[in-house]
């Protein structure tokens, strides 16, 4: 079994930076794709970065440039970094594990956080 918690999430003001991880334990396998989605109010979770074991990366459209994923192994450990953070940014940011896989749809995510909220404020 496998558990991830997130942590670091809050309320910044648009042009402001947060960063927010997520911790896993359990039995995590050697290929693994880990990532943070989001879900905003009223609209569907959507994802915002991912990172494989071999630190191949994927961002949504709009947040290159501005948000990084990276993870440190030895900590089981990834991490977003925001930065010019938008109001549209505000959503509640779930990290995600694909175990065993690369995982490139949502469905092949099988462990999730229990979220944190980022909230940006003008």
């Known amino acids: 079994q496998v558990q991830l918690v997130e942590s670091g999430g809050g309320l910044v003001h648009a042009g402001g930076s947060l960063r927010i991880s997520c911790a896993a334990s359990g039995m995590i396998f050697s290929i693994n794709t880990m990532a943070w989605y989001r879900q905003a109010p009223g609209k569907q979770r959507e994802l915002v970065a991912s990172i494989t074991n071999t630190f191949s990366t994927k961002y949504k459209e709009s947040v290159k440039g501005r948000f990084t994923i990276s993870r440190d192994d030895a900590k089981n450990t990834v991490y977003l970094q925001m930065n010019s953070l938008r109001l549209e940014d505000t959503a509640v940011y779930y990290c995600?594990?694909?175990?065993?896989?690369?995982?490139?749809?949502?469905?092949?995510?099988?462990?999730w956080g229990q979220g944190t909220q980022v909230t940006v404020s003008s």
């Open positions: 995600a594990l694909a175990n065993g896989q690369y995982g490139t749809r949502q469905d092949d995510f099988d462990y």
